[in-house]
């Protein structure tokens, strides 16, 4: 039984006892499984009714939390005008990189290999400048 559900229609279940989230679209009822969340139930209802797909990806579940998830679908969202953009995780903003375009590691790949050449470099050095006292 598969419902399709707008934000508005999703924003009413944001209790404990009555707890959709949106997740990439897809609507799940994680009522039954406030308590059991390894998380706590806090990191839920901070998200209930709401678009938890960033928080859900950010926080990198397992597969088996994945599959967990998908006992829990009920449906999915039917975007009418006026509703928030997708949400997207935050590996998603950084493999866009600047304005969206994928560029691949970006400064943060080249700033690490400039540290990891330095420390070798200085550790050459160092290595060098001890044997040639010891002599």
């Given amino acids: ?9 999703v924003a009413a279940h944001n209790s404990k006892k009555d707890l959709y989230v949106v997740i990439h679209d ?15 139930e806090e990191v839920l209802l901070d998200v209930a009714g709401q678009d938890a797909t960033e928080a859900f990806e950010d926080v990198g579940h397992s597969d088996e939390a994945r599959e967990i998830l998908e006992g ?9 005008e006026g509703d928030p953009e997708p949400k997207k995780a935050a590996t998603d903003k950084i493999a866009a990189g600047p304005g969206g375009n994928s560029t691949g590691g970006g400064f943060g790949v080249g700033l690490y290999a400039i540290i990891l050449v330095g420390g070798i470099a200085a550790y050459v050095a160092y290595t060098f400048l001890q ?4 002599k």
């Fill in 1 to 9: 039984m598969s419902q399709e559900l707008t934000f508005k229609d």
């Fill in 131 to 134: 044997s040639k006292d010891s």
């Fill in 26 to 40: 897809k609507i799940y009822n994680s009522s039954s499984f406030v308590d059991e969340h390894p998380g706590g």
């Fill in 72 to 80: 829990l679908k009920v449906g999915t969202l039917k975007r009418v």
